[in-house]
Structures are given as structure tokens and as C-alpha cells.
T-cell receptor
Framework: NAGVMQNPRHLVRRRGQEARLRCSPM?????VYWYRQLPEEGLKFMVY????????ESGMPKERFSAEFPKEGPSILRIQQVVRGDSAAYFC??????????????FGPGTRLTVL | DAKTTQPPSMDCAEGRAANLPCNHS???????VYWYRQIHSQGPQYIIH???NNETNEMASLIITEDRKSSTLILPHATLRDTAVYYC??????????FGSGTKLNVKP
């Protein structure tokens, strides 16, 4: 059973460009979470999505950031007009739709975004 | 805003048990205790979680106090590959997780 997949693993953008990060959840999982980790810090929650719905975006910056999880295809985290402060590791996690008490969030390997 | 308190770092000799403490005095009745670890800058790896009872799996054991205000993750025979940052999280699945600063475990030969 393949784990959570994220691509690209490394992404370099110049200031003002757009960054698109993709996350394919584990097979059978329909819940996706995005977290950001700045250097030397813990992960910070950004957004929680189900298929075609944003459930909780309380951790997402109000401007330039958006996320989607379409009916078909991976979840996308989009950052418009990137700035140097967006440089970080972005992790995606997924969990199953009907997770019981034994289930939790499973994380992907992350995308390292560097803004020049 | 992490709801847990962990020591910033701990050392452990290879082959010995590593006992990582976590305080979560404000835990609510239905919140679980989860443990993850992050090796270098890889994605967090799930270790174990529990609600009230002690839990054990192939990786570790989780001991939760009766009042649920603290817990201990036990790695029974630490190896060099267990060197990582260990995060204790309280919460629910289908909800955001708060990651604090974690405990940097250094396993030494």
C-alpha cells in the first residue's frame, strides 16, 4: 500500500512566481491535511480538506495561499506571488474516511520550497 | 499552540530503553495522545496513539497515567536509527494536530 505521495520533492521559485504543490493521499483516504514547517520549528497546521470541500482553513494565510482537493486527482496547495518567507517544508497528511479509534494522520515526505 | 510540554532534548545509550515524557494537563475527555517522530527533515512518522489504556505495538509502548495528564513513550531497545525529534500531540483524528517543539532524542553508541 503506497504511502502519501508529494511532488515535487524540491521546488525553487523566484519572488513573485507561483508555486504549486501536489499531494496524493494513501489509497482509500479521502481526508487531506497540509502543514508547513519553517527551519528549526515544529509543523504548523494550514488546512484540512475532504474531496471537493475545505473543512478547516484556519491556519492558512488569508492572501496568496489556496488549497483544493478535487473529486479526481491530487490535492493542490497553491502559493501565488511567493516571497522569501514562504521558504519552508510543506507536508501533506491523509486519513481514511471512516477512520475508527485506531486511525490517524499519515504524512508524506514533504515538498521543500525555496524562494530566491 | 501546542497543548503538550516535552523536554527539549534527551540522551540515550544504544540498546537501552528510551523513556520520553509528555505533559498534557489540559487534555479533554475524548482527546487521544499521539506520538510521531521526525528523522532529519523527513515527513513525520506515526508511532503510536492511545486514549486511556496503555498501548504497545512493534515500535513502542505508550503509558498514559490514570488521570491522563501525562504520558511516556517507551522505545524498548533504542538504536542509532531512533535518533529523531519526537512529538507528543493531543487531539482527534479528522482535526488539526498541534505540533510543539518536541524532544530531540540522541541515541549514542
Amino acid at each position: 500500500n503506497a504511502g502519501v505521495m508529494q511532488n515535487p520533492r524540491h521546488l525553487v521559485r523566484r519572488r513573485g512566481q507561483e508555486a504549486r504543490l501536489r499531494c496524493s493521499p494513501m489509497k482509500g483516504h479521502s481526508h487531506v491535511y497540509w502543514y508547513r514547517q519553517l527551519p528549526e520549528e515544529g509543523l504548523k497546521f494550514m488546512v484540512y480538506l475532504q474531496k471537493e470541500n475545505i473543512i478547516d482553513e484556519s491556519g492558512m494565510p488569508k492572501e496568496r495561499f489556496s488549497a483544493e482537493f478535487p473529486k479526481e486527482g491530487p490535492s493542490i496547495l497553491r502559493i501565488q506571488q511567493v516571497v522569501r518567507g514562504d521558504s519552508a517544508a510543506y507536508f501533506c497528511a491523509s486519513s481514511p474516511q471512516y477512520g475508527g479509534s485506531l486511525d490517524t494522520q499519515y504524512f508524506g515526505p514533504g515538498t521543500r520550497l525555496t524562494v530566491l | 499552540d501546542a497543548k503538550t510540554t516535552q523536554p527539549p532534548s534527551m540522551d540515550c545509550a544504544e540498546g537501552r530503553a528510551a523513556n520520553l515524557p509528555c505533559n498534557h494537563s489540559t487534555i479533554s475527555g475524548n482527546e487521544y495522545v499521539y506520538w510521531y517522530r521526525q528523522i532529519h527533515s523527513q515527513g513525520p512518522q506515526y508511532i503510536i496513539h492511545g486514549l486511556k489504556n496503555n498501548e504497545t505495538n512493534e515500535m513502542a509502548s505508550l503509558i498514559i497515567t490514570e488521570d491522563r495528564k501525562s504520558s511516556t513513550l517507551i522505545l524498548p531497545h533504542a538504536t542509532l536509527r531512533d535518533t529523531a525529534v519526537y512529538y507528543c500531540i493531543v487531539g482527534y483524528n479528522f482535526n488539526k494536530f498541534y505540533f510543539g517543539s518536541g524532544t530531540k532524542l540522541n541515541v549514542k553508541p
